[in-house]
């Protein structure tokens, strides 16, 4: 809710906007916007530089599923799908869009769907999964994705939630797909390789919001590292931009930081 909030805001706040989204506003709700507890009382321009990564990545992965569905590509999962939109806001019938999240998740933001009025497209498949009891291959077979057919996997905001092993069987997974495979995630730098400054702060500070409401960050790479997983696992194609890069290529001016202290965003290819 936190991060659907955020771009929600961006929506009426921000200028330049980056990322534009009619469904925003409507599935958090017009009361909701501004109220979370993970932006009381900190730097409101820090809030600003916050809200406006999430909506540039939201903006990057949706322009990587425009590309790749102008290549031909005619399926695209969401991984830990929450309250993002790109599924009800497609306008290409023949691409399907499968939302993987827990069940309970799931139930919640279809109810959310359903009070905001917003239609669940017959292209949209919901896949819920319990990790607890299944696996990512068994819960997207049986929701009908097709191995033998190019595939787009956007994984935002979920990675630094997930210990090692899980992160590695799910860039496993995708790089094993029978046909040509993509994936679009985000990933922190480790803090101990950051330098200690006003912005370390900050981010600890929100380290410790979500881990006080049981959603602590377990997992942080390096560039290098990460670049070495994906090789391994069997991507070819690995482009690796930094908060700031991204904000600037979409005309957000930001003051430079170290490359190790902001957020990254990938988008790995199998070909």
């Known amino acids: 809710m936190a991060v659907a909030r955020a771009r929600a805001h961006h929506q009426i706040a921000d200028e330049p906007r980056v990322f534009t989204d009619p469904l925003a506003v409507r599935i958090v709700g017009e009361a909701a916007i501004g109220a979370s507890e993970f932006e009381r009382g900190i730097d409101q ?70 009070e905001a009025e917003i239609a669940v497209p017959p292209s949209l498949t919901f896949a819920p999964i319990d990790f607890e009891e299944s696996t990512l291959a068994a819960g997207l077979a049986a929701a009908g994705l097709d191995r033998s057919s190019d595939a787009l996997f956007v994984w935002l905001g979920v990675v630094m939630y997930l210990t090692r ?15 040509a495979a993509e994936v679009v995630f985000d990933y922190l730098y480790p803090p101990s390789s950051a330098p200690h400054d006003v912005a370390a702060d900050d981010r600890q500070a929100r380290a410790d919001r979500v881990a006080a409401v049981g959603e602590p960050w377990l997992s942080f790479f390096t560039a290098e590292e990460i670049r070495d997983a994906l090789l391994s696992f069997g991507f070819t194609r690995i482009e690796d931009r930094t908060a700031t ?4 290529a979409y005309g957000v001016g930001a003051a430079a930081r170290p490359a190790n202290s902001v957020p990254h965003l990938v988008h790995a290819g199998t070909v």
């Open 245 to 248: 890069e991204l904000l600037s």
């Open 45 to 114: 321009d820090l809030a600003r530089r916050r809200r406006l990564f999430i909506a540039a990545r939201s903006r990057f992965a949706d322009d990587v599923v425009a590309a790749a569905v102008a290549r031909g590509t005619n399926q695209v999962v969401v991984l830990g799908a929450g309250l993002d939109t790109s599924a009800y806001r497609n306008t290409h019938e023949n691409v399907r869009f499968f939302e993987v999240d827990h069940p309970d998740t799931q139930q919640w933001k279809r109810r959310r769907l359903a």
């Open 165 to 179: 092993a899980s992160i590695d069987d799910t860039l496993r997974y995708i790089a094993g797909h029978g046909a």
